[in-house]
Protein backbone atom coordinates (compact mmCIF):
# COMPACT_ATOMS: atom_id res chain seq x y z
CA UNK A 1 0.00 0.00 0.00
CA UNK A 2 1.19 3.61 -0.71
CA UNK A 3 2.83 5.53 1.97
CA UNK A 4 0.41 8.17 0.67
CA UNK A 5 -2.07 6.25 3.22
CA UNK A 6 0.00 4.73 5.88
CA UNK A 7 -1.63 6.67 8.40
CA UNK A 8 -5.20 6.03 7.36
CA UNK A 9 -7.09 2.54 7.78
CA UNK A 10 -9.17 1.80 4.54
CA UNK A 11 -12.90 2.39 4.50
CA UNK A 12 -15.52 -0.62 3.88
CA UNK A 13 -18.47 -1.20 1.81
CA UNK A 14 -21.19 -3.37 3.52
CA UNK A 15 -24.14 -4.59 1.54
CA UNK A 16 -27.62 -3.68 2.67
CA UNK A 17 -31.05 -6.09 2.69
CA UNK A 18 -29.08 -9.58 1.72
CA UNK A 19 -29.25 -12.60 4.29
CA UNK A 20 -25.49 -13.01 3.64
CA UNK A 21 -23.69 -9.67 5.03
CA UNK A 22 -20.85 -8.63 1.97
CA UNK A 23 -18.01 -6.53 2.71
CA UNK A 24 -15.37 -4.71 0.97
CA UNK A 25 -12.15 -3.13 1.50
CA UNK A 26 -11.23 0.21 0.14
CA UNK A 27 -7.59 -0.15 -0.58
CA UNK A 28 -6.75 0.23 -4.01
CA UNK A 29 -6.47 4.22 -5.22
CA UNK A 30 -9.25 3.21 -7.82
CA UNK A 31 -12.28 0.55 -7.26
CA UNK A 32 -14.90 0.00 -9.80
CA UNK A 33 -18.41 -0.60 -9.36
CA UNK A 34 -20.43 -3.00 -12.22
CA UNK A 35 -22.00 -6.14 -13.99
CA UNK A 36 -18.11 -6.92 -15.39
CA UNK A 37 -16.18 -9.51 -14.18
CA UNK A 38 -12.74 -7.20 -14.27
CA UNK A 39 -14.72 -5.09 -12.14
CA UNK A 40 -13.30 -5.26 -8.96
CA UNK A 41 -17.03 -5.17 -7.18
CA UNK A 42 -19.15 -7.46 -9.22
CA UNK A 43 -22.55 -6.18 -9.17
CA UNK A 44 -24.03 -9.29 -11.38
CA UNK A 45 -27.85 -8.37 -11.58
CA UNK A 46 -28.97 -6.79 -15.01
CA UNK A 47 -29.77 -3.10 -13.85
CA UNK A 48 -26.31 -2.63 -13.23
CA UNK A 49 -23.62 -1.41 -15.92
CA UNK A 50 -20.86 -3.19 -17.06
CA UNK A 51 -18.70 -0.11 -15.72
CA UNK A 52 -21.08 1.09 -13.12
CA UNK A 53 -19.25 3.61 -10.65
CA UNK A 54 -15.82 4.35 -9.35
CA UNK A 55 -14.94 5.56 -6.15
CA UNK A 56 -11.04 7.25 -5.82
CA UNK A 57 -9.36 6.72 -2.69
CA UNK A 58 -7.63 10.28 -1.57
CA UNK A 59 -5.48 10.80 1.44
CA UNK A 60 -8.18 11.39 4.37
CA UNK A 61 -11.07 11.13 1.53
CA UNK A 62 -12.98 8.52 -1.03
CA UNK A 63 -14.74 10.40 -3.78
CA UNK A 64 -17.47 8.35 -5.93
CA UNK A 65 -18.86 9.14 -9.49
CA UNK A 66 -20.40 7.62 -11.44
CA UNK A 67 -18.41 6.19 -14.87
CA UNK A 68 -21.45 6.67 -17.76
CA UNK A 69 -23.85 4.23 -16.41
CA UNK A 70 -27.32 3.30 -18.07
CA UNK A 71 -29.71 3.68 -14.82
CA UNK A 72 -27.51 6.17 -12.92
CA UNK A 73 -26.02 5.50 -9.42
CA UNK A 74 -27.85 7.13 -6.28
CA UNK A 75 -26.38 8.60 -3.09
CA UNK A 76 -28.33 8.85 0.05
CA UNK A 77 -31.23 8.42 -2.73
CA UNK A 78 -30.31 10.38 -5.06
CA UNK A 79 -29.10 10.67 -8.31
CA UNK A 80 -24.91 10.91 -8.07
CA UNK A 81 -24.33 13.98 -10.85
CA UNK A 82 -20.43 14.47 -10.51
CA UNK A 83 -17.85 13.59 -8.57
CA UNK A 84 -19.07 13.59 -4.48
CA UNK A 85 -16.79 13.13 -1.36
CA UNK A 86 -18.35 9.64 0.91
CA UNK A 87 -19.36 9.99 4.26
CA UNK A 88 -19.75 7.66 7.09
CA UNK A 89 -22.95 6.19 6.82
CA UNK A 90 -23.60 7.34 3.26
CA UNK A 91 -25.46 4.65 0.84
CA UNK A 92 -24.36 3.72 -2.53
CA UNK A 93 -26.89 2.06 -4.68
CA UNK A 94 -26.11 0.07 -8.38
CA UNK A 95 -29.12 -1.16 -9.44
CA UNK A 96 -31.19 -3.03 -6.62
CA UNK A 97 -27.88 -3.17 -5.00
CA UNK A 98 -27.42 -0.92 -1.58
CA UNK A 99 -23.74 -0.31 -0.57
CA UNK A 100 -23.33 1.68 3.07
CA UNK A 101 -19.92 3.37 3.32
CA UNK A 102 -18.29 2.47 6.62
CA UNK A 103 -15.27 5.11 7.47
CA UNK A 104 -13.03 4.11 10.49
CA UNK A 105 -11.53 7.42 9.95
CA UNK A 106 -14.58 9.02 10.79
CA UNK A 107 -13.46 9.33 14.55
CA UNK A 108 -9.61 9.70 13.69
CA UNK A 109 -10.31 13.44 12.01
CA UNK A 110 -11.86 14.20 14.96
CA UNK A 111 -9.97 12.88 17.15
CA UNK A 112 -6.02 13.57 16.22
CA UNK A 113 -6.82 16.98 13.17
CA UNK A 114 -4.63 14.78 10.95
CA UNK A 115 -6.85 16.24 7.91
CA UNK A 116 -6.66 19.86 9.62
CA UNK A 117 -2.79 20.02 9.67
CA UNK A 118 -2.45 18.48 6.52
CA UNK A 119 -5.09 19.72 4.13
CA UNK A 120 -4.47 22.74 2.63
CA UNK A 121 -8.16 23.15 3.04
CA UNK A 122 -10.31 20.71 5.61
CA UNK A 123 -14.14 21.64 5.93
CA UNK A 124 -16.98 19.96 8.60
CA UNK A 125 -20.29 22.37 7.37
CA UNK A 126 -22.25 20.65 9.82
CA UNK A 127 -19.74 21.73 12.62
CA UNK A 128 -18.94 25.01 11.31
CA UNK A 129 -15.42 24.11 11.12
CA UNK A 130 -13.02 25.71 8.45
CA UNK A 131 -9.29 24.90 8.31
CA UNK A 132 -6.45 25.54 5.95
CA UNK A 133 -3.53 24.07 6.61
CA UNK A 134 -4.53 23.96 10.44
CA UNK A 135 -5.07 27.09 10.83
CA UNK A 136 -9.25 28.20 11.95
CA UNK A 137 -10.71 29.83 9.08
CA UNK A 138 -13.54 32.19 10.53
CA UNK A 139 -15.86 32.47 7.89
CA UNK A 140 -19.66 34.23 7.62
CA UNK A 141 -22.10 31.52 6.92
CA UNK A 142 -22.25 32.34 3.31
CA UNK A 143 -18.65 31.95 2.87
CA UNK A 144 -18.68 28.62 5.03
CA UNK A 145 -21.64 27.30 2.38
CA UNK A 146 -19.61 28.64 -0.53
CA UNK A 147 -16.00 26.95 0.59
CA UNK A 148 -18.09 23.61 1.47
CA UNK A 149 -19.86 23.59 -1.94
CA UNK A 150 -16.05 23.92 -3.29
CA UNK A 151 -14.58 21.21 -0.94
CA UNK A 152 -17.44 18.94 -1.23
CA UNK A 153 -16.89 18.88 -5.01
CA UNK A 154 -13.05 18.11 -5.50
CA UNK A 155 -11.31 19.60 -8.87
CA UNK A 156 -15.35 20.20 -10.14
CA UNK A 157 -16.27 23.31 -11.56
CA UNK A 158 -19.28 24.43 -9.79
CA UNK A 159 -20.69 26.79 -12.05
CA UNK A 160 -22.65 30.34 -10.59
CA UNK A 161 -25.85 28.67 -10.86
CA UNK A 162 -25.16 25.71 -8.02
CA UNK A 163 -23.22 28.54 -5.86
CA UNK A 164 -26.24 30.75 -5.86
CA UNK A 165 -28.79 27.88 -5.32
CA UNK A 166 -26.22 26.87 -2.41
CA UNK A 167 -25.05 30.00 -0.86
CA UNK A 168 -28.47 32.15 -1.24
CA UNK A 169 -31.11 29.68 -1.01
CA UNK A 170 -33.59 32.50 0.25
CA UNK A 171 -33.30 33.87 -3.00
CA UNK A 172 -34.12 31.06 -5.20
CA UNK A 173 -30.48 31.78 -6.68
CA UNK A 174 -31.55 35.02 -7.72
CA UNK A 175 -28.31 36.32 -7.31
CA UNK A 176 -26.12 38.97 -9.68
CA UNK A 177 -22.37 38.10 -10.02
CA UNK A 178 -21.20 40.85 -8.36
CA UNK A 179 -22.46 39.24 -5.12
CA UNK A 180 -20.67 36.11 -6.05
CA UNK A 181 -17.26 37.89 -7.28
CA UNK A 182 -17.44 39.72 -3.50
CA UNK A 183 -17.54 36.64 -1.86
CA UNK A 184 -14.76 35.01 -3.63
CA UNK A 185 -12.88 38.51 -3.07
CA UNK A 186 -13.31 38.35 0.56
CA UNK A 187 -12.68 34.29 1.25
CA UNK A 188 -9.76 34.44 -0.36
CA UNK A 189 -8.52 37.06 1.25
CA UNK A 190 -9.21 35.17 4.65
CA UNK A 191 -7.67 31.89 3.12
CA UNK A 192 -4.05 34.30 2.63
CA UNK A 193 -4.69 35.22 5.82
CA UNK A 194 -4.01 31.42 6.75
CA UNK A 195 -1.19 30.97 5.13
CA UNK A 196 -2.87 29.25 2.31
CA UNK A 197 -2.79 30.54 -1.47
CA UNK A 198 -5.08 33.02 -2.63
CA UNK A 199 -5.68 30.54 -6.00
CA UNK A 200 -6.64 27.72 -4.27
CA UNK A 201 -10.13 29.02 -5.21
CA UNK A 202 -9.60 28.96 -9.17
CA UNK A 203 -12.22 31.06 -11.22
CA UNK A 204 -13.27 29.52 -14.58
CA UNK A 205 -14.33 32.07 -16.85
CA UNK A 206 -17.63 31.75 -18.42
CA UNK A 207 -18.04 28.62 -15.92
CA UNK A 208 -17.36 29.28 -12.19
CA UNK A 209 -15.28 27.97 -9.57
CA UNK A 210 -13.19 25.05 -8.40
CA UNK A 211 -11.01 24.14 -5.86
CA UNK A 212 -7.08 23.27 -6.76
CA UNK A 213 -5.12 20.84 -4.93
CA UNK A 214 -7.76 20.13 -1.86
CA UNK A 215 -5.66 17.04 -0.88
CA UNK A 216 -2.38 17.23 0.96
CA UNK A 217 1.37 15.89 0.58
CA UNK A 218 1.51 12.37 2.06
CA UNK A 219 0.16 12.45 5.82
CA UNK A 220 3.15 12.07 7.78
CA UNK A 221 1.10 10.84 11.00
CA UNK A 222 1.64 13.75 13.60
CA UNK A 223 -0.90 15.98 14.17
Not at 12 to 41: H, K
Request: glycine content about 8%.
Amino acid sequence: MSDEFADARPARLRSQGTATRVEFVLEARTTLIGRSPQCDIQVDEPLASRRHAEIVRQTWRYVISDVGSRNGTLLNGEVLDGERQLRHGDVIQVGTTRLQFDDPNATIVEATGLPRANLSVWVNHQSGEAYAHGKALVLAPKELAFLTLLFEHPGVICDRNQVAIKVWPEYGGRIGSYNIETLVSRLRRKLEHAGASPDLIVTVRGRGYRLTNPDPSPATGEP
